[in-house]
Nanobody, 125 residues
Framework: VQLQASGGGLVQAGGSLRLPCVGSRRTFSVYAGAWFRQASGKERELVAAITWSGSTTHYADSVKGRFTISRDNARSTVYLQMNSLVPEDTAVYYC???????????????????WGQGTLVTVSS
């Protein structure tokens, strides 16, 4: 499956963005999905993850209460709604998916089989 991430851009601190990740196959609807980010000079980190059904989600502590991951399986799309953005959220955001992943709270980046191309989010102060 191919993943297409979009929605990045420049936003002021306190603003919001929504990132969609569209899967190329209808079977994407049974894949666990996630968003990772990588800031300049830093390692890639998990931002949020969601099971294939959407019943379970997991968030990094740094984004809890500000970001929401969701999915619309009819549209083969996983979303990341980002509110109350701060400059520390500046990074390239990548979506990822895997057909077999169940324990999303402990999953590492290496366990995701498919990746999107990344979309840059820049938060100005």
């Amino acid at each position: 499956v191919q993943l297409q991430a979009s929605g990045g851009g420049l936003v002021q601190a306190g603003g919001s963005l929504r990132l969609p990740c569209v899967g190329s196959r209808r079977t994407f609807s049974v894949y666990a999905g996630a968003w990772f980010r990588q800031a300049s000079g830093k390692e890639r980190e998990l931002v949020a993850a969601i099971t294939w059904s959407g019943s379970t989600t997991h968030y990094a502590d740094s984004v809890k209460g500000r970001f929401t991951i969701s999915r619309d399986n009819a549209r083969s799309t996983v979303y990341l709604q980002m509110n109350s953005l701060v400059p520390e959220d500046t990074a390239v955001y990548y979506c990822a998916a895997d057909p077999k992943l169940l324990l999303i709270s402990t999953a590492q980046a290496s366990q995701y089989s498919y990746w999107g191309q990344g979309t840059l989010v820049t938060v100005s102060s």
